[in-house]
């Protein structure tokens, strides 16, 4: 659905409004050290970290919130952490079908989503979808308004606030 929307920062009228918004690395790649980035490796969809203290293991997956009245859901494209058994266990079945059918891993989140308050390390439940298709990422339900969002829903126009706020940051 086409969605033409006026911003209310710059006053720029704009096509579609924007549906997902995400981050390339996991939070924590953004604090190593040049020699610790040599170490670790960055892909689309995993990064593993290597630091002289430990190794840490991370997939990227979309959290999605239902728009109410609206046909498609807005999508946060985020990185959860996963212990390495689970992130070997993943990255072993990546491009397994039925991989859907495998139990949700546990994970923390290590994105930091602007628009919320602080949503770094979250509990979260890390699902395999099917091949081709990144993990859907399931909040513990708390009420952290991310994980209220994520199972109540928000109106078109709170997606685009966080377009305004999102598109000027």
Same mark, same amino acid.
């Given at each position: ?5 006026? $911003? ?11 549906? $997902?918004?995400?981050?390339?690395? +996991?939070?924590?790649? @953004? &604090?190593? @050290?040049? =020699? /610790?980035? %040599? *170490? ?5 969809? =995993? $990064?593993? &970290?290597?630091?002289? *203290? /430990?190794? @840490?293991?991370?997939? %990227?997956?979309?959290?999605? &919130? +239902? ?5 498609? +859901?807005?999508?946060? !494209? ?9 992130? /070997? ?14 139990? +949700?891993?546990?994970?923390?989140? $290590?994105? !930091? ?42 109106? &078109? ?7 305004? %706020?999102?598109?000027?940051?």
């Amino acid at each position: 659905m086409s969605r033409r929307w006026q $911003c209310g920062t710059c006053g720029e009228w704009h096509g579609d409004l924007p549906l $997902c918004f995400g981050w390339d690395a +996991p939070a924590q790649w @953004s &604090i190593l @050290s040049d =020699a /610790e980035r %040599r *170490n670790s490796e960055l892909a689309d969809s =995993a $990064c593993v &970290i290597e630091t002289a *203290n /430990e190794t @840490s293991f991370y997939v %990227r997956g979309h959290i999605e &919130i +239902p728009i109410r009245d609206y046909a498609e +859901p807005f999508i946060w !494209s985020v990185w959860a952490s996963l212990s390495e058994m689970s992130f /070997e266990h993943a990255m072993e079945h990546w491009n397994t079908e039925g991989r859907e059918a495998d139990e +949700p891993y546990f994970g923390w989140l $290590c994105s !930091s989503l602007p628009v919320y308050p602080d949503t770094m390390f979250l509990k979260t439940g890390v699902q395999s979808m099917p091949v081709g298709l990144v993990p859907l990422i399931t909040l513990e339900p708390t009420d952290h308004p991310l994980a209220v969002d994520q199972r109540s829903g928000v109106d &078109i126009e709170q997606v685009q606030s966080w377009a305004e %706020r999102l598109l000027h940051d």
